[in-house]
């Protein structure tokens, strides 16, 4: 990794969250800048959250000037807008390692710096979590402030509320800043958001403001008369506002005991001064609602907020300032490194497909419809596509009662999203056996991103439910073929999962019903060849890639090999495992924790059917996988091709041999 280099900048170079108190106004317009510079430049050689890093700098920085942290609790929902705040407390130099395996996360987290007091990468957390700590201080009889950062988006998420409900039953001093840019990832849905857009936007409000405003202009400075109209100006707005926009401001923030304070510019960093000062002086818990723009600074992210706001490596453009020495950066990810479409995008292209030819099929999402593909379904069937926010639990029992009246519900969700709504596949779909169709995108290692959004837990966690099957395709064709096959006849609840990953570029063919429970022989060592042992490889999903290396190594070292592609997780393909007892060694591999993994589930039907062979399971440690890039982290967790047979063979008290490179 190259050396960073902040000796071009005026003021970033020696700044931190004590001495940027020191600033005057127009310093801290040029510090924010060279923020936004230096952010750009980490992001074109790292990638990460851009956009809506971008739009909170002032936010921040004003942050840091008022409040004292780590005394001072400041805990962002979600968290990938956490940055700035990073920049500024104890990892300016370290930033320059964001989301690199062994650097600093691309998310809050509570072992990476003293600073981040609560960790989070799904949204909705930072309210329950800030309210917990101020309460304990309360109980402690200390004296800090606590602030919780949280996006309109949260206002989509039901365990917002649930905080908000504790807050009006036990009241406590803390102050709730609602950064309101009108995104989360998408554009925000809801009641709630037209709610905010309509505050924002009244005209009425804002022509009875700009004329009192006039008015006062024009008085001497002195007037009694004009501090008696500035008193009443505030008393007008408060009504006009209530009045005109029936928002959250009355309905829901004030009437829990939340004194709203809003809204305001949040790119002004002043005014934030002026609020944070005045909110600091309450003894009651209060709302800032601040307006930020999602991108500010570069024109590209203010056009396009979704498109930029998670961002790969190379596909922002550098300022002016150069903080790398070279422009060598991290080396590309060659795991992921592909001409092709991703799995993502095929499936937005397949349920299109599929969705003109039965009228049936409709598509539910949770605040993504670009990060599941379904963008395109979304324009051409309007009527039938349901974004329903950040509410991964409303979206499952929602998708329960469109199945009941006969739709054939497609929920796509993000395999580390859908963790959110655990009870209601249980106690909604799996008991009373409702035919939905789930898609996990991202399932398994998703790499920069981390442990917060890995998706290797559905295996372990779906398949303990009765009454559900499991499926992971190993390319673009199989996905395709099982997407038609189960909504063909879906009698049961289904889940597929997929990684983020490429495909591999195969040529498309119409679609083809196929025997989803029958795992597919995709290797057998030839017959006329005689080896002294004998292995069954059971290999998920994208895993399969390995399979030719593996193989090649292992018969080049005297092993017979027979070789499965298990489309099935559940249910097993029971005809396949009976013979397992004619081998010496049973292998699988796995995309997914091996604790109650697909490996587990074998081990299992093994030993209640009697077949006690030795099963080496490949797949992720009993831990939680850091981030870094994904051929990173398959090498360093020793699931590649090498050290996967020298694993194998030392169950033959056997070492690897590479005879032929």
């Known amino acids: 990794m190259s050396e960073v280099n902040f000796e071009k900048t005026k003021y970033l170079k020696y700044i931190d969250y004590q001495t940027i108190k020191d600033l005057n106004y127009q310093q801290i317009s040029v510090l924010s800048q ?39 609790k400041i805990i962002f929902d979600t968290s990938h807008q956490s940055y700035v705040y990073k920049i500024l407390t104890d990892r300016k130099e370290k930033f320059k390692t964001l989301r690199t395996f062994g650097g600093i996360s691309g998310f809050s987290k509570i072992k990476e710096s003293q600073f981040d007091h609560f960790g989070a990468g799904h949204a909705g957390t930072g309210l329950s979590a800030a309210l917990g700590y101020a309460k304990a201080r309360d109980l402690m009889n200390l004296q800090h402030e606590v602030v919780s950062i949280i996006g309109d988006a949260a206002l989509t998420c039901g365990v917002t509320f649930e905080a908000i409900n504790n807050i009006g039953q036990y ?66 707005e408060e009504g006009f506002t209530k009045l005109v926009s029936p928002s959250l401001v009355g309905i829901i923030f004030e009437e829990f005991g939340i004194q709203y304070i809003g809204p305001i510019d949040g790119h002004d960093v002043k005014m934030l001064d002026e609020v944070f000062m005045f909110a600091k002086s309450l003894s009651k818990p209060v709302i800032i609602h601040a307006i930020t723009q999602k991108g500010k600074g ?47 995008e095929v499936f937005g292209e397949s349920i299109v497909e599929l969705a003109r030819r039965d009228e049936k099929i409709v598509a539910i999402t949770a605040a993504m419809p670009s990060g599941t593909g379904l963008v395109n379904f979304s324009k051409i069937f309007p009527d039938r596509f349901f974004d329903v926010g950040i509410a991964e639990e409303h979206a499952v029992i929602f998708a329960c009662g469109l199945a009941l009246q006969g739709l054939k519900p497609v929920v796509a969700i993000y395999s580390t999203f859908l963790q959110r709504a655990f009870d209601m596949l249980i106690h909604d779909v799996a008991l009373q056996k409702i035919p939905i169709l789930f898609v996990l995108d991202r399932a398994g290692i998703v790499g920069e991103d981390g442990p917060t959004h890995h998706g290797v837990f559905d295996i372990s966690y779906l398949r303990m439910i009765p009454n559900v099957q499991i499926f992971a395709p190993s390319n673009e064709v199989e996905l395709r073929n099982i997407l038609y096959t189960a909504l063909n006849k879906l009698e049961k609840p289904t889940f597929i999962r997929y990684p983020r990953d490429f495909v591999e570029g195969l040529e498309i063919q119409d679609f083809q019903k196929i025997d989803l429970y029958k795992w597919q022989k995709i290797y057998e060592t030839q017959e006329n060849k005689s080896y002294s042992k004998k292995v069954m490889i059971l290999s998920t999903g994208r895993m399969r890639r390995f399979i030719n290396s593996i193989s090649k190594i292992l018969e080049e070292n005297d092993v017979n090999l027979k070789v499965f592609n298990c489309i099935s997780i559940k249910p097993l393909d029971e005809n396949v495992l009976m013979d397992a007892k004619d081998f010496d060694l049973i292998v699988s591999l796995e995309d997914n924790i091996l604790a109650g993994g697909f490996g587990s589930y074998i081990l299992e039907f093994l030993n209640d059917k009697g077949i006690f062979k030795k099963v080496l399971r490949f797949g992720w440690n009993d831990e939680f996988i850091e981030h870094g890039a994904m051929n990173v982290l398959f090498n360093h967790y020793g699931l590649e091709p090498v050290k996967i047979s020298e694993k194998i063979l030392a169950e033959f008290n056997q070492a690897v041999i590479i005879k032929s490179g």
């Open 34 to 72: 060279e923020i936004r510079d230096y952010i750009t430049e980490v992001i074109y050689h790292n990638g990460g959250h851009y956009g809506s890093n971008l739009g909170v700098v002032e936010l921040t920085i004003s942050l840091l000037r008022n409040f004292n942290p780590p005394t001072d």
């Open 171 to 236: 009241p406590t001093k803390i102050i709730i800043v609602l950064n309101d840019n009108e995104y989360s990832i998408a554009r925000n849905v809801g009641a709630i958001s037209m709610y905010l857009k309509k505050l924002r936007n009244n005209p009425l409000v804002l022509k009875v403001e700009e004329k009192i405003d006039e008015v006062l202009t024009k008085m001497p400075v002195n007037s009694v008369i004009k501090e008696w109209i500035r008193d009443t100006k505030n008393w007008v």
């Open 298 to 344: 570069n024109s590209e992210a203010e056009s396009h907020s979704e498109r930029m706001h998670g961002v790969a490596k190379g596909k922002v453009k550098p300022g002016n300032f150069i903080y790398f020495s070279t422009d060598e950066g991290m080396k590309v990810d060659d795991f992921t490194k592909s001409n092709n479409k991703t799995y993502t």
